[in-house]
């Protein structure tokens, strides 16, 4: 089965190295100003002309409380009046980049991230989508997959109707921990009560997907309390599960600091909340999808995956790599054609550059090709464990061992240790790799060496 996993805690404790998560190849870390707005127009007219599909991503800052685990581009802010100068803002943002595009492009997906997007009230939501069709193709049919995040504190029924109203047929929870302990630790108090009210919202309103966060290594966590977390969530059934490794670097992330180091589980620990939470799942139905997603076997990632058209890109695993992303807010990241860029991750530099109807473009990168080949070999490995080199050969007119031939030794060494399956035509990570999949990927990035892996998260 594609989903099947092999424990091996020696090759993970060899193999669990820092490094990217590969939502985009090159990542975000090569990014610099010689990108910006003259590109971003120069890609839009590409993919006005090519009348390719669209995928939005808008990024919705605030939040009313801090949880101290987070490492997400935000602002904490009791103050919902903030919410109205950044709309404005946004909704130029829109027009400048709508007036782009060719109106008959369709998106196909939108996602509205944070932050949390519920901060907004309900007619801030209204105006927000209607300004969104206004100036963008969004299908009426609910065959699109449009997603929102929700914090279940942030959100009632009347919420989810409106949402649902508006369009939004998948839902995105965060929940991370159920226990109290570890909630007061990370400064998110969240009862499975009101995380139940708004799936089963969710449900009566006819959402198509249901996708809940965990995250495994948080202070006061044990492999026991986290073991409950995941049976209750396994009653909730969801259709989609993200069980996150927490990356503690509060030297990048300022609200970390104020986590206790003394308080937070042993490796040993992590792994073992690790182990555990796949068995639970595996007992429970749901297929490892890989980079810590689980889905249910008939979910469409599920399906996608077996089927071998699975991608993946800034919005993570997706059916939708193929349209051209386009990010909306600060900090938000687009993927057009051969260009990634992205926008000033400084709330008031964002506002003040579209307040001069400018777009707030900051810094990106143009693909060569040799970013798209290595790009095409980590997609096909992360999305399906699988690599069939005649695949790549054809589509970018190189002889695989001879490109690659200087990477060939670490290959055998991973082959060796049992990680992949590795001969002349194909590379297979093995089931007791999947978990360690990254860094089966982290072989064939160019640009792994230059970087400080400490930006990064470890493997596992």
Known sequence: MLDAIRWDTDLIRRYDL?????????????????????????????????????????????????????????????????????????????????????PTQKVEQLHFGGGTPTFLSHDELRQLMAQLRKHFNLLDDDSG???IEIDPREADWSTMGLLRELGFNRVSIGLQDLDPAVQRAVNRLQSLEETRAVIDAARTLQFRSIN???????????PENFARTVDEVISLQPD??????????????????????????????????????????????????????????????AIAQEESTLQRNFQGYTTHGHCDLIGLGVSAISQIGDLYCQNSSDLNQYQNALASAQLATSRGLLCNTDDHLRGAVIQQLICHFSLEFARIEQAFNIDFQGYFGELWPQLQGMADDGLIELDNERITVLPAGRLLVRSVCMVFDAYLEQQNRQRFSRVI
């Open 18 to 102: 820092a490094g990217p998560r590969y939502t985009s190849y090159p990542t975000a870390v090569q990014f610099d100003s010689q990108v910006g707005t003259f590109d971003l127009f120069h890609a839009l007219r590409d993919s006005r002309k090519a009348l390719r599909p669209l995928s939005l991503y808008v990024h919705v800052p605030f939040c009313a409380n801090i949880c101290y685990y987070c490492a997400c581009n935000k602002v904490i802010t009791k103050d919902r009046g903030r919410a109205l100068p950044y709309l404005r803002r946004l909704e130029q943002e829109i027009q400048l980049i709508a007036c782009h595009l060719d």
């Open 145 to 147: 997959d449009y997603g």
């Open 212 to 222: 809940i966060d965990l995250i495994y290594g948080l202070p006061k966590q044990t």
């Open 240 to 301: 989609r599960l993200s069980v996150f490794n927490y990356a503690h670097l509060p030297e990048r992330f300022m609200p970390q600091r104020r986590i206790n180091d003394n308080d937070l589980p042993a490796p040993a620990q992590k792994l073992e909340m690790l182990q555990r939470t796949i068995e639970q799942l595996t007992a429970a139905g749901y297929r490892y999808i890989g980079m810590d997603h689980f889905a249910l076997p008939d979910d469409e990632l």
